[in-house]
């Protein structure tokens, strides 16, 4: 049998913990087997308050959870510095957060885990700890080694979408998007899309950045100067790039038939797409790494977190999404 998938902690105070619960006790409609880097104190009184039937088993090492995955949620221990309150952040727990990551991606690059599955985490309350990074990718790709830089992929049955820039506003995207950037997204897409997902011959379409992808120019040279010679180099490399097309016609049904993945040159045109589509079923994969993350595409919602009423369903999705790309990037790297 294959490793188990190693799940972080997420925010302590989020909803990490109910869905990870939630998520065990789907088990039986295919979800792959897990263990969980977390406080097994907090995990046992989150579904006491939640009236969830789960029982856990502290395990000391991830072979251990394959053989009680059926009969127990495993958890590799994992202690909180303080109790954990549902909807109230507490930064003296940040380390804990940020440990349960380090260890997800320890195991996980030694074999003992196939893929690391992330639970949502709460960026301020780790910087009010000194955390350095921007959010889990960037941490993800430091810990993977040097010269490592990860790529953004938000995925689902009906569409995969990579943003180029991210967490910038609007105002700056067009300042900072060079054609060296759009050119590693590519690159990194392609070989992602061959390698994790067993497409033999990746086909991305890339969004222009102004309306009607600029028109020739009458709405912004972008396209003319900086999208357009990315993707003239991703074509000599033997890259199908696409585009730059209008991302207004980009994401219908009969659109998406024609590409594996939609480049988009912003952050809200490549995730409202998707979370349209499909605002449950979406993962956030991180491509470009030595090893397989997926994480659920929402984030803490500390404003229902201890109520019950949180869906697993997007945490489900990306527990089974890291088993198929795990998969098939092992057989893929077999030859």
Same mark, same amino acid.
Not at 113 to 128: E, G, R
């Given at each position: 049998?294959?490793?188990? !998938?190693?799940?972080?902690?997420?925010?302590?105070?989020?909803?990490?913990?109910?869905?990870?619960?939630?998520?065990?006790?789907?088990?039986?409609?295919?979800?792959? @087997?897990?263990? +969980?880097?977390?406080? @097994?104190?907090?995990?046992? /009184?989150?579904?006491?308050?939640?009236?969830?039937?789960?029982?856990?088993?502290?395990?000391?090492?991830?072979?251990?959870?394959?053989?009680?995955?059926?009969? +127990?949620?495993?958890?590799?221990?994992?202690? $909180? &510095?303080?109790?954990?309150?549902?909807?109230?952040?507490?930064?003296?727990?940040?380390?804990?957060?940020?440990?349960?990551?380090?260890?997800?991606?320890?195991?996980?690059?030694?074999?003992?885990?196939?893929?690391?599955?992330?639970?949502?985490?709460?960026?301020? &309350?780790?910087?009010?700890?000194?955390?350095?990074?921007?959010?889990?990718?960037?941490?993800?790709?430091?810990?993977?080694?040097?010269?490592?830089?990860?790529?953004?992929?938000?995925?689902?049955?009906?569409?995969?979408?990579?943003?180029?820039?991210?967490?910038?506003?609007?105002?700056?995207?067009?300042?900072?998007?060079?054609?060296?950037?759009?050119?590693? =997204?590519?690159?990194?897409?392609?070989?992602? $899309? /061959?390698?994790?997902?067993?497409?033999?011959?990746?086909?991305?379409?890339?969004?222009?950045?102004?309306?009607?992808?600029?028109?020739?120019?009458?709405?912004?040279?972008?396209?003319?100067?900086?999208?357009?010679?990315?993707?003239?180099? !991703?074509? %000599?490399?033997?890259?199908?790039?696409?585009?730059?097309?209008? /991302?207004?016609?980009?994401?219908?049904? &009969?659109?998406?038939?024609?590409?594996?993945? /939609?480049? =988009?040159?912003?952050?809200?045109?490549?995730?409202? @797409?998707?979370?349209?589509?499909?605002?449950?079923?979406?993962?956030?994969?991180?491509?470009? $790494?030595?090893?397989?993350?997926?994480?659920?595409?929402?984030?803490?919602?500390?404003?229902?977190?201890?109520?019950?009423?949180?869906?697993?369903?997007?945490?489900?999705?990306? !527990?089974?999404?890291? %088993?198929?790309?795990? &998969?098939?990037?092992?057989?893929?790297?077999?030859?």
């Amino acid at each position: 049998m294959p490793a188990p !998938l190693a799940l972080t902690m997420g925010e302590p105070a989020g909803i990490g913990g109910e869905i990870t619960l939630k998520s065990w006790l789907s088990r039986a409609e295919g979800v792959p @087997p897990f263990f +969980a880097i977390d406080s @097994p104190a907090r995990l046992d /009184a989150l579904a006491s308050a939640l009236k969830l039937p789960v029982a856990l088993q502290e395990i000391s090492e991830p072979g251990e959870a394959a053989s009680l995955f059926d009969t +127990a949620l495993p958890v590799l221990p994992l202690e $909180l &510095a303080a109790e954990a309150v549902p909807g109230k952040l507490d930064s003296a727990n940040a380390g804990a957060v940020i440990e349960s990551i380090k260890r997800a991606v320890q195991l996980t690059q030694s074999g003992a885990a196939s893929a690391v599955v992330t639970n949502p985490i709460h960026k301020s &309350a780790l910087y009010a700890a000194g955390f350095a990074h921007p959010g889990h990718t960037e941490f993800l790709a430091e810990l993977a080694g040097p010269g490592y830089r990860a790529v953004m992929m938000l995925a689902s049955a009906e569409l995969r979408v990579v943003p180029v820039t991210i967490h910038i506003s609007l105002a700056e995207v067009a300042r900072t998007l060079m054609p060296e950037e759009i050119i590693r =997204c590519g690159r990194v897409t392609a070989q992602a $899309l /061959a390698r994790d997902f067993g497409v033999a011959n990746p086909r991305l379409a890339f969004a222009g950045l102004n309306p009607h992808a600029g028109e020739d120019g009458a709405m912004g040279a972008e396209e003319i100067e900086i999208i357009t010679p990315a993707l003239e180099q !991703l074509r %000599a490399e033997g890259i199908d790039a696409r585009g730059p097309l209008s /991302a207004d016609t980009l994401f219908h049904a &009969a659109a998406r038939k024609t590409y594996d993945a /939609a480049i =988009c040159m912003f952050h809200d045109q490549a995730l409202i @797409p998707i979370k349209t589509i499909d605002f449950d079923g979406g993962v956030n994969t991180t491509l470009g $790494l030595p090893f397989v993350r997926t994480s659920p595409d929402h984030g803490t919602a500390l404003d229902i977190a201890g109520q019950g009423t949180a869906s697993e369903t997007s945490l489900i999705a990306a !527990l089974r999404l890291a %088993a198929e790309m795990a &998969a098939k990037r092992a057989v893929w790297e077999a030859g």
